[in-house]
């Protein structure tokens, strides 16, 4: 019955058909002229036309259709040129607005920002232990609390995006290898927001994610090729490739916590976080200082307090701080031998530490001839959460054009 249903409905009218296609074209062209007014604002029409290549005529009928729709906005003639001045455009900040997250092993850390990227709302609060279905519904709350924040001054919203510990598949959105905030390493922050929103819901490991935030907002703006390394709880590094984030096969590139750099690879104990993270991570820097100084365990309640004391003259935490320092640029010359990155930027609660920076320097400079410029991130510990948001907003480009089924829409499902 199907089939004959199939075979007997009406063929498309050419009317139909030629409508359908206006209206695509139509979209795509406004999509290209809110991207080139995005990237060159304020821009006049003519400018708009040149950077599209599209007619002046089309340029005008969307610039028209644009700031009809709330979505851009003249500025004024610009000046300096002969005869007639020509106005300029520009996105409107309350054109709608974007909501990040950053899970962590101890904090969440929620955002919205405006379509520049400029922060409205940000928000911070220890993460739950009590289970996954906490951890669900607090995911939901943070996400709910920042989302009524923005629609308060920015009223639409255009994309969620969420940093995750561990590795995420794209397919589903699932996370594994998250043992910093689950404990068989599971998790499932996609089913947590769900389709509640009616936008578009990204999900991307956290130091992917901070790659990105230091690519768009830090460190590394203009730099096609870096990588960003995070050592904190756990240790990972996230890798842009001529301005593309770099995920591999699985969604496991970067993963250099297991790199066998450490005295027995082979060790069974190093299977579930790898040697190199059991040695700087955090719960590593603990372990050295004990094994290093087995009477003065008191002194230190957390890896910060190690890098305290070395920071006091130490000796016994000094050395576990060289070892650090040793090791992460060991892990780094064999990045730059592999990927050869122009920047490398540390980050994380240890990463960040100023006690590393030159030593991990030498280090990597002692064991390559040719080495990356090593940096100490500019975001700290916003860089995940600002590379949410940075990746939202890729993603709110395509949802800002208000019709439902052209281009945006199949620009969101490539997104996503």
Do not use: W
Not at 94 to 112: E, P, S
Not at 141 to 168: C, F, K, M, W, Y
Not at 230 to 246: K, R, S
Not at 344 to 350: F, K
């Amino acid at each position: 019955m199907a089939d004959r249903d199939a075979d007997s409905a009406p063929a498309p009218t050419l009317a139909g058909t030629t409508d359908s296609r206006l209206g695509l074209l139509r979209e795509l062209g406004e999509q290209a002229v809110l991207e080139a007014i995005f990237r060159r604002g304020p821009v006049t029409r003519p400018e708009i036309a040149s950077a599209t290549g599209l007619s002046k005529p089309t340029v005008g009928a969307a610039v028209g259709r644009l700031e009809q729709a709330g979505m851009i906005s003249a500025i004024g003639p610009q000046h300096g040129r002969r005869g007639r001045s020509p106005m300029a455009y520009a996105v409107r900040d309350n054109a709608g607005f974007v909501v990040g997250l950053d899970l962590g092993g101890t904090n969440i850390r929620a955002g919205a920002a405006d379509v520049f990227g400029e922060m409205i709302h940000d928000e911070l609060e220890p993460t739950t232990k009590a289970g996954g279905r906490a951890l669900a519904a607090q995911l939901a709350d943070v996400v709910t609390r920042a989302v009524e924040r923005g629609r308060a001054t920015h009223d639409r919203l255009l994309a969620i995006a969420i940093s995750t510990p561990g590795v995420v598949d794209r397919d589903t959105g699932r996370v594994r290898l998250a043992y910093n905030v689950s404990p068989d390493g599971a998790l499932d922050p996609l089913s947590a927001v769900g389709s509640r929103f009616g936008v578009p819901v990204l999900i991307d490991n956290n130091i992917n994610l901070a790659a990105l935030g230091e690519k768009s907002f830090g460190l590394a703006r203009g730099v096609s090729t870096m990588v960003f390394i995070g050592i904190g709880a756990g240790v990972g590094m996230g890798i842009i490739m001529h301005d593309e984030l770099v995920r591999g096969a699985h969604g496991a590139a970067g993963e250099i916590a297991y790199l066998p750099l450490v005295g027995d690879p082979f060790d069974p104990r190093h299977k579930l976080h790898g040697g190199l993270e059991d040695e700087i991570g955090a719960a590593g820097v603990l372990a050295g200082f004990a094994a290093r100084a087995p009477g003065r365990t008191a002194e230190v309640a957390t890896a910060q307090d190690v890098f305290e004391l070395a920071g006091t003259g130490d000796g016994d935490a000094g050395a576990v701080v060289d070892n650090i320092a040793a090791r992460l640029g060991s892990a780094i010359a064999t990045v730059c031998a592999i990927l050869d990155p122009e920047l490398v930027v540390l980050g994380g609660g240890i990463g960040s530490s100023s006690l590393l920076l030159s030593p991990v320097r030498g280090a990597a400079a002692a064991l390559v001839p040719l080495t990356a410029r090593i940096e100490t991130s500019l975001l700290g510990d916003q860089a995940a959460l600002r590379g949410a948001i940075a990746f939202a907003l890729h993603a709110a480009r395509g949802q800002l054009i208000p019709q439902g089924s052209g281009a945006a829409a199949r620009r969101t499902e490539l997104i996503r």
